[in-house]
């Protein structure tokens, strides 16, 4: 009986490629540059002192503090010893042996590896320099189906809308694939696809902090997707997998993330006036922080002493992006120059709550909350100005949720006016409620969204898409309406917009989550949130806390505005008042 699995008996060793005696670095797609001089010592200062006699401790709490800044929610990230190593690991625990696998073809050459190591087979799916999603249909059937967005070796990339039928003929299926969406170069493209992964549990997002961090020695990746499947993964990872150091460089780097932001962003343009610069080689078009060059230009590089990743099977070659000075190297060697870089516009995201921003919607939801308070508690006196106390308390900006709050503290104080009771409470709600609310909510849901089919026709739009457009600024949609309600939203508006809804605890404002998503989704460096009550002003002042390393603004916009909004923020009456200043430097 042989020692080992036969199916191994030809299994083929990873060949790294050969270093280059001498010259540039750019066959191995890592950062163009080392760490900041300051964030390196605050590392070094840090091992000084690291105990190396004890174990790790430290996953659980990097773990934390990276879900939080990502908008995960609890038990939704998995944090590894490199992107390749989660890989491996999804592959052990999904894969049976001869259940294939759908990769991208070309794609990273460990995928095969990965698969036939865990007795998966692989089904290349041809790709060419591209990404066309039409030969990924017919790969549905497969237990495993790996993304690669953009793609290595080339640099193809798909926006997250023309990907989201993929993604929903995946779910869809009666036997659904799990769908690993491998965004090893996601902040170097002109979007992520962060926001697929709460709507799809068979989805999971997989990242590294090679590029991103700058950190590829330091062999640190995550996973994140449905807290039920992360925590399946969790129970077959190693113990102590993590070693201290890297654990301690991550958090550091987490420290320094402006430093590295700014090195991130300064790729894209330069990667771009190269592959403009070229005349003699054809630059595939790439959304990472490489370029797919042919014909083949390795020897003439690696004559002029620069080392890149010859494609086998292909007169082809992968060059990343280096320094500037590096660039004009590689533009030299191949024949012409590279031009001066140009001032990058910023990142710039306007955030959107629906009702009382874009929707005029008070009418409709106090009386869907009327009427369904006066069914489930018929002897309760409730009014409007009921109604806007508990949205002035925060923590009830979702309607099911106050019509519990207001359910429960009828119960506890007895069928009185409650008006005074909510104004009273301000800025510490009913903690001794929670768990009533908590429980009356279903019911509530019911009640409200029964009388909202009726009570929708109140509602109209405040602005239309071509005023937003105008502003120049990306839009989005952060709202506390549920998914069935955000679908009457558009139907009101007339358009649709990206957006995060209250479909998760973890969505719900004034949690931060949704907003840290968009950021990441549109990989803003500047946002701006205009909403109307004290949960959006919390929601924005709670992300701005756990990524301080982007600039982010609220816009107090509605009759109570001067309750919420802090010396900071811009104030407007209206949506329509504010979009003439999104044109302008802000106050």
Not at 284 to 290: D, Q, R
Request: charged share 20%.
């Amino acid at each position: 009986m042989p020692l080992l699995r036969p199916d191994l008996a030809d299994f083929p060793a990873y060949q790294r490629p050969p270093e280059p005696p001498a010259g540039l670095r750019l066959h191995m797609n890592e950062a163009a540059a080392d760490w900041p001089e300051a964030a390196r010592k605050a590392l070094i200062a840090r091992l000084q002192s690291l105990p190396f006699h004890l174990y790790p401790e430290r996953q659980g709490e990097l773990t934390e503090r990276l879900r939080q800044r990502l908008g995960a929610p609890e038990g939704g990230l998995l944090l590894g010893p490199s992107s390749g190593a989660l890989l491996d690991l999804l592959a052990m625990a999904g894969l049976c042996p001869e259940d294939q696998v759908a990769i991208p073809d070309p794609g990273f050459s460990l995928y095969p590896l990965l698969v036939r190591r865990h007795g998966g087979s692989v089904r290349p799916v041809p790709q060419g320099t591209g990404f066309p999603l039409e030969p990924w249909f017919a790969a549905l059937d497969c237990r495993q189906i790996w993304l690669t967005l953009p793609n290595n070796p080339t640099g193809a990339w798909v926006p997250p809308d023309q990907l989201e039928p993929l993604l929903a003929a995946a779910a869809s299926q009666p036997d659904p694939p799990l769908v690993v969406l491998d965004e090893a170069y996601a902040e170097f493209a002109p979007a992520t696809h962060r926001l697929a992964v709460d709507r799809y549990p068979n989805l999971v997002l997989l990242r590294t902090f090679s590029k991103a961090l700058a950190s590829a020695a330091w062999r640190l990746g995550y996973l994140v997707g449905d807290p039920a499947l992360i925590a399946k993964l969790a129970t077959l990872q190693l113990p102590y997998s993590l070693p201290a150091a890297s654990l301690e460089a991550l958090d550091v780097a987490l420290d320094f993330a402006s430093d590295f932001e700014a090195a991130v962003r300064a790729v894209p343009e330069r990667r771009d006036r190269l592959a403009a610069a070229l005349r003699s080689h054809l630059a595939a078009p790439s959304a990472g922080n490489f370029l797919h060059l042919s014909p083949d230009p390795s020897a003439t590089l690696e004559a002029a002493g620069m080392k890149v990743r010859r494609l086998p099977g292909a007169d082809a070659a992968r060059v990343t992006l280096g320094t500037e000075a590096d660039m004009a190297q590689v533009a030299a060697a191949l024949g012409t120059s590279l031009s001066a870089p140009a001032p990058r516009p910023r990142r710039r995201l306007l955030v959107l709550d629906v009702d009382g921003v874009l929707i005029d919607a008070d009418r409709s939801f106090m009386e869907a909350v009327a009427r369904a308070l006066a069914e489930l508690r018929p002897a309760l006196p409730w009014s409007d100005d009921a109604y806007r106390a508990f949205k002035r308390v925060g923590g009830y900006n979702n309607d099911f949720r106050l019509a519990a709050g207001a359910l429960a503290l009828a119960e506890a104080q007895g069928d009185v006016d409650l008006q005074p009771l909510v104004e009273g409470a301000a800025g510490k709600g009913f903690p001794e409620l929670e768990a009533r609310i908590q429980a009356l909510e279903p019911s509530a849901q019911v009640g409200v969204q029964k009388h909202y089919a009726d009570t929708i026709r109140l509602e109209r739009p405040l602005v239309s898409l071509a005023e937003l457009q105008a502003t120049g600024w990306e839009l989005a949609v952060l709202t506390g309406r549920p998914p069935e309600e955000l679908e009457l939203a558009w139907r009101v508006l007339g358009f649709q917009l990206p957006a995060v809804c209250d479909a998760a605890p973890h969505l719900r404002k004034p949690e931060p989550a949704g907003l840290l998503q968009l950021a990441d989704a549109f990989r803003a460096e500047e946002l701006l949130f205009a909403g109307d009550t004290v949960d959006d002003a919390a929601c924005l002042r709670a992300a701005a806390a756990l990524r301080p390393e982007l600039t982010w603004r609220f816009a107090a916009l509605g009759p109570d505005r001067a309750r919420f909004a802090a010396p900071v923020d811009v104030q407007c009456a209206s949506l329509r008042d504010l979009l003439p200043m999104l044109s302008q430097e802000l106050p």
